[in-house]
């Protein structure tokens, strides 16, 4: 179910269209499906460190911007969210914290390195942040339907 202030189904494929542009290679997408988590949990478990109740509330307002995106994928997303936070909430700062940048240096060095580009403007960064999760997060759900369908 789509609410009015979602983007309409036609702009959110756009959206995953022009972030797959950017994610051709198998190499690079993997980056993402191992980086993101990494980049996740690390951040839920330094948010833990400064204050738990951060933590949570990081947690909800993170749920809460997927939800301003799309319902069904934002349902997905809360779930691994919880089972990162839960995992980030175990790391002590510094193992937190050295996850949070490999999670982060991973994907970089396959966009440099593999694809050959980095995104173009802090526009376009911006637009890919509020929906690149959700694009892998999107090929999974399609990926295991699929699979339930065989």
């Known amino acids: 179910m789509a609410f009015p202030f979602q983007p309409a189904p036609a702009e959110l494929e756009a959206l995953f269209s022009e972030y797959g542009d950017y994610h051709r290679s198998a190499l690079n997408r993997a980056a993402h499906v191992a980086g993101l988590p990494a980049m996740f949990a ?21 749920a809460a911007a997927n939800f301003l995106v799309e319902t069904r994928l934002a349902l997905a997303a809360a779930a691994l969210s919880v089972i990162l936070w839960m995992a980030g909430t175990k790391l002590p700062p510094v193992p937190a914290a050295a996850l949070l940048a490999a999670g982060a240096a991973i994907p970089i060095a396959t966009h440099v ?17 509020r929906v690149g999760h959700l694009w892998f997060l999107n090929r ?11």
């Open 113 to 129: 390195l593999v694809e050959r580009r980095w995104p173009e403007t802090a526009a376009r960064l911006a637009r890919f942040e």
């Open 140 to 150: 999974l759900v399609r990926a295991v339907a699929v699979r339930a369908r065989a």
């Open 42 to 62: 690390g951040t839920f478990g330094l948010a833990h460190a400064a204050s738990p109740a951060f933590a949570i509330a990081l947690l909800v307002a993170f």
